[in-house]
């Protein structure tokens, strides 16, 4: 299942620069996509989510951009801190539609 | 903030027994979901649940698999007869609701071991 893809294992960014974090999917379908963090031995933890209306969704350090038309979208925190390393993940979903499709994670690294 | 909470974190089970892992969901949430990680591998949807009934469930969520609502808190996973390939994280998750966009609250997961 390769609907949702996150092309990059990982990433590593010096403290305190952008860290940008891709995601492609294919169904057109999707209507509502997520970021997740996830450290290791916990659970995945909601960052932030953009609906297919929007192109744009900023919360605090945390923006996710949407562009529809190339089925992509990207996660940008700025500055990064060290506490920002951890695995993150892409998801969607379809309205009316329980079940999110993840894509495989993008290990984020913080260097001091 | 409110969390959704998994017991056990780690279960040790023989294969082909049986085992319910356990979930607590988030107090006012209506929707309930359990998914699964296996090592090295994407996290899947199994199923989701809503009102008492499953709503939704995966090609993964076969005969083998079952959830319930024992009462007003739990929310509980059980696999019959359980398999090597059954080995992976689970991850119970819920939503206030499905219709505007609520995003799923995962708890921290039950590793399931089966040997």
């Known amino acids: 299942d390769q609907q949702v893809k996150q092309n990059s294992p990982s990433l590593s960014v010096q403290e305190g620069r952008i860290s940008i974090l891709n995601c492609d999917y294919t169904n057109s379908m999707f209507d509502y996509f997520l970021w997740y963090k996830k450290y290791p031995a916990e659970g995945p933890t909601f960052l932030i989510s953009i609906s297919s209306i929007k192109d744009k969704n900023e919360d605090g350090r945390f923006t996710v951009f949407l562009n529809k038309s190339a089925k992509h979208l990207s996660l940008h925190i700025v500055p990064s801190q060290p506490g920002d390393s951890a695995v993150y993940f892409c998801a969607a979903s379809i309205q009316g539609a329980q079940k999110l499709v993840f894509g495989q994670g993008t290990r984020l690294t913080i260097n001091p | 903030e409110p969390e959704v909470t998994q017991t056990p974190s780690h279960q040790v089970t023989q294969m082909g027994q049986e085992v319910i892992l356990r979930c607590v969901p988030i107090?006012?949430?209506?929707?309930f979901y359990w998914y699964r990680q296996i090592l090295g591998q994407k996290v899947e949807f199994l199923v989701s649940?809503?009102?008492?009934?499953?709503?939704?469930k995966s090609e993964i969520f076969d005969d083998q698999f079952s959830v319930e609502r024992p009462d007003g808190s739990n929310f509980t996973l059980k696999i019959r007869s359980t398999k090597l390939e059954d080995s992976a994280m689970y991850f119970c998750?819920?939503?206030?609701?499905?219709?505007?966009?609520?995003?799923?609250?995962f708890g921290d997961g039950t590793r399931l071991s089966i040997l």
């Open positions: 107090s006012n949430h209506l929707y």
């Open positions: 649940f809503y009102n008492n009934e499953i709503s939704e």
């Open positions: 998750a819920s939503s206030q609701h499905d219709l505007s966009n609520q995003p799923q609250h």
